[in-house]
């Protein structure tokens, strides 16, 4: 999957990848970015017990959760987790799998993260 969506954003975005629980916190030691693709199942880790330290690390990015859970099969829970932990929105990647609802989470979750970069520059500025 996750060579799939590198093929589907690498023409429109800057990528990088970590392919584990352990990449991912070692990740978290570089720059910040606009915003990750979290899979909820993780070899080595479950995604939503990183989100806290995505967030606490990089506060501005915004985190889209993945999961194999289909919508009408309990995601709700998986939801509200997420977005309780900071997720900005979460995605089934399940049979029917919506390529067209993942860019275009990616283009709302980039554009919010821009527009809260240009608030807090215009508040400083201010």
């Known amino acids: 999957m996750r060579e799939l969506l590198k093929a589907i954003l690498e023409g429109d975005y800057h990528l ?3 392919d584990s ?3 991912l916190r ?3 030691e570089h720059d910040q970015p ?3 693709l979290l899979d909820i199942k ?3 880790a479950n995604g939503l017990g990183l989100l806290p330290a995505i967030k606490e690390r990089w506060p501005a990015t915004e985190v889209i959760v993945l999961t194999g859970q289909p919508k009408e099969y309990g995601a709700a829970g998986w939801v509200a987790e997420a977005v309780n932990r900071g997720a900005f929105s979460l995605v089934s990647k399940s ?3 919506d390529f067209q609802e993942l860019l275009d989470g990616v283009s709302l979750a ?3 993260r821009r527009q809260t970069e240009g608030n807090n520059a ?3 500025g201010g």
Do not use: M
């Open 42 to 44: 993780l070899p080595d």
């Open 16 to 18: 990088s990848e970590a």
């Open 26 to 28: 070692k990740a978290l």
């Open 110 to 112: 980039v554009e919010r």
């Open 95 to 97: 049979a029917g799998f």
């Open 122 to 124: 215009f508040c400083l």
């Open 21 to 23: 629980g352990a990449a």
């Open 34 to 36: 606009d915003v990750v």
